[in-house]
C-alpha cells in the first residue's frame, strides 16, 4: 500500500453520515430535507465550531424505505413469497429523487468541507433484510444498472460527488464490487467495528465485510479499491480515538442522519447530544495533537492513495 497520509501527518480523522435524503419531517421522518432547522443543521453547527473539519455524505439518490424492518407482517411470515415481494411499503419511484428537491441540492452544494458520496439507488431490497440494497441474489447486469442509474440521479441534479460508496447495511456482494469499479468508483466504506480492541494489526469483526484493517485504509479488489472501516461513534468512549490516533491510524467516525426511524432509534443518530460529544471529541483532539492531524474525507483519501504520484488531491466539492 502506498503511504496514505501527508508528510508530517502523524494520523488521520473522518466523519461520514449516512441516510442523507431529501425526507422532512413532516414526511414519514427527517433526513436532511428541514435543511438548516434539521439534522444537517447540527452538522453545518460542527463544521462552523471546527473550521479544519470535512464530512462526507452518504446520499441515497432515489430513497423508496419507509421503514427499515418488514411491516406487512402476513407476508413477511411466509416463507413461500416473502424473498420475493417488499415487506414495507415504499416511496413511489421519484419521490425523494435528489434533482426533484433543488432546496435540499441547494443546500448540500452550500455546506463548507463537505462531499457526498454514494449510498445506494433506493436504499430497498425484497425480502426481509429490507434496506441491505445489494445482496448475493443481485446479477451483475443488475448492479450495473442500480450503480448506473444511482449516478445519473446525481449529475441530474448538479451534484459533484467522491468517487466512492457505502452500500446501505453494509453489504458489499461481488457483483456490486464488479460494478462499481467498472463506473469508475475507486472506495468502498463496507465495515463497521465499534466493538473490536484497537491494535495495528485488528481486524473487522462486527457489521460488513469481516477481515480487514480496522485502522487503516486498504486495498481490495487486486488493488482497484480502496477501503475504510469505520471504527467510532456516538457509543464509543473517547478513549478508542486516541488509540487509533497513537497507532498512526484513520479514526473514522460513522453518524446517521436519521436519529428516529418509526420508532427504531440509531444509536448513533444525528441530533443535539451527538454533536456535542463530538464538539468535545474534536476540541480535545485539536488540544492533544495540533497540526500532527490530517483532518481529511475518504474521498480525498481515497484518490491520494490511487494518484500516480501520492500528491494529495482535494476532495470532490472543494
Not at 480535545?284 to 480525498?300: F, I, P, Q
Amino acid at each position: 500500500m502506498r503511504d496514505w497520509l501527508p508528510s508530517g501527518k502523524q494520523a488521520a480523522v473522518c466523519v461520514t453520515i449516512d441516510d442523507i435524503h431529501p425526507g422532512k419531517s413532516s414526511d414519514l421522518y427527517e433526513a436532511g430535507g428541514d435543511l438548516e432547522a434539521g439534522a444537517l443543521g447540527q452538522v453545518h453547527w460542527l463544521l462552523k465550531r471546527h473550521p479544519q473539519l470535512w464530512v462526507t455524505l452518504f446520499t441515497t439518490a432515489d430513497w423508496r424505505e419507509t421503514s427499515p424492518v418488514p411491516t406487512l407482517k402476513m407476508l413477511a411470515r411466509n416463507r413461500y413469497l416473502r424473498d420475493k415481494l417488499y415487506l414495507t411499503e415504499l416511496h413511489p419511484v421519484g419521490t425523494m429523487r435528489l434533482g426533484r428537491h433543488p432546496d435540499f441540492v441547494a443546500y448540500l452544494k452550500s455546506l463548507p468541507r463537505t462531499e457526498l458520496a454514494f449510498h445506494g439507488l433506493h436504499h430497498i431490497h425484497k425480502g426481509p433484510k429490507v434496506l441491505v440494497e445489494f445482496q448475493n441474489d443481485l446479477s451483475l447486469e443488475e448492479c450495473r444498472a442500480i450503480v448506473g442509474e444511482m449516478i445519473a440521479v446525481f449529475e441530474e441534479a448538479g451534484l459533484r460527488y467522491a468517487r466512492g460508496m457505502n452500500p446501505p447495511g453494509w453489504e458489499f456482494p461481488p457483483n456490486l464490487a464488479t460494478a462499481m469499479i467498472e463506473a469508475g468508483l475507486v472506495f468502498v466504506s463496507s465495515a463497521r467495528d465499534i466493538r473490536t480492541p484497537i491494535s495495528a494489526t485488528a481486524v473487522t469483526a462486527m457489521s460488513g465485510l469481516t477481515g480487514r484493517s480496522l485502522i487503516f485504509p486498504e486495498l481490495i479488489c487486486d488493488g482497484k479499491l480502496i477501503h475504510f472501516t469505520a471504527n467510532f461513534q456516538a457509543t464509543s468512549r473517547i478513549e478508542r480515538a486516541f488509540e487509533v490516533i497513537d497507532l498512526g491510524g484513520l479514526l473514522s467516525i460513522k453518524a446517521h442522519i436519521i436519529k428516529n426511524a418509526c420508532g427504531h432509534i440509531a444509536l448513533d443518530g444525528v441530533d443535539e447530544l451527538y454533536c456535542n460529544y463530538l464538539d468535545l471529541l474534536f476540541s480535545e483532539l485539536e488540544r492533544r495533537y495540533g497540526d500532527a492531524l490530517w483532518w481529511t474525507s475518504l474521498g480525498a483519501i481515497a484518490e491520494r492513495m490511487m494518484s500516480r504520484d501520492g500528491c494529495a488531491a482535494q476532495p470532490a466539492g472543494s
